[in-house]
């Protein structure tokens, strides 16, 4: 059975950023690297916290996930995002 998990951020209920991740390459992720895995699924939720007040939210969202730095819109004003260990 195909599994997919579909991650998708709304901003008054349009949507602004969507993915789809098959959930065997998910656990092959998992197996091959857990802290690595669990580090990029925890930066998809620090990203959306960090760029929901700045400017260009979009832009900001979309680079924070590319490279783990919050900008407004895209660029100025950088904040980076590391998981700190056990906050995942």
Same mark, same amino acid.
């Given at each position: 059975m195909k599994v997919v $998990?579909?991650?998708s951020v709304e $901003?008054?209920?349009l949507p602004v950023y969507n993915e789809s991740y098959d959930v065997d390459k998910v656990a092959a992720e998992l197996?091959?690297?857990p802290a690595k895995a669990l580090e990029i699924w925890g930066r998809r939720i620090q990203c959306v916290a960090a760029c929901r007040n @700045? /400017? &260009?939210f979009s832009a900001c969202l979309t680079r924070c996930l590319a490279d783990g730095k919050a900008c407004?819109? &895209? /660029?100025e004003g950088t904040l980076s995002? @590391?998981?700190q260990q056990g906050e995942l």
């Amino acid at each position: 059975m195909k599994v997919v $998990v579909k991650y998708s951020v709304e $901003v008054n209920g349009l949507p602004v950023y969507n993915e789809s991740y098959d959930v065997d390459k998910v656990a092959a992720e998992l197996e091959k690297d857990p802290a690595k895995a669990l580090e990029i699924w925890g930066r998809r939720i620090q990203c959306v916290a960090a760029c929901r007040n @700045r /400017h &260009g939210f979009s832009a900001c969202l979309t680079r924070c996930l590319a490279d783990g730095k919050a900008c407004d819109c &895209g /660029h100025e004003g950088t904040l980076s995002i @590391r998981p700190q260990q056990g906050e995942l």
